[in-house]
Nanobody, 126 residues
Framework: QVQLAESGGGLVQAGGSLRLFCAAS????????MGWFRQAPGKEREFVAG????????YYADSVKGRFTISRDNAKPTVYLQMNNLKPEDTAVYYC???????????????????WGQGTQVTVSS
């Protein structure tokens, strides 16, 4: 079992920045690929960013490319999501997830992840 706990959400004005944290514990969390997802009211959960266990490869949804950066520190172990130039449409509950993923195409599907956190709310005002 891997336990995940997100933090760092909050209220920010459009154009501002936030940094989300996902603290992992339990069964060797550094062996897992990690992803960030978000879910806005009335919408399905969508992929935001993913990172391989080594941290050497990262993947992003087109909607956040160039604004968000995912990184990880396996020594802690913690995964980060740096969000810059936030827009009102980024408002959602953000979740981190862990899974034994193998290819790029695996990262975007929620069904491929084994463990999920409880989420942290991000609200961007216009």
């Amino acid at each position: 079992q891997v336990q995940l706990a997100e933090s760092g959400g909050g209220l920010v004005q459009a154009g501002g920045s936030l940094r989300l944290f996902c603290a992992a514990s339990g069964r060797t969390p550094s062996n897992y690929a990690m992803g960030w997802f978000r879910q806005a009211p009335g919408k399905e959960r969508e992929f935001v960013a993913g990172i391989r266990w080594s941290g050497r490869s990262t993947y992003y949804a087109d909607s956040v490319k160039g604004r968000f950066t995912i990184s990880r520190d396996n020594a802690k172990p913690t995964v980060y999501l740096q969000m810059n130039n936030l827009k009102p449409e980024d408002t959602a509950v953000y979740y981190c997830a862990a899974g034994s993923l193998r290819s790029f195409s695996d990262y975007a599907a929620t069904a491929n992840y084994d463990y999920w956190g409880q989420g942290t709310q991000v609200t961007v005002s216009s």
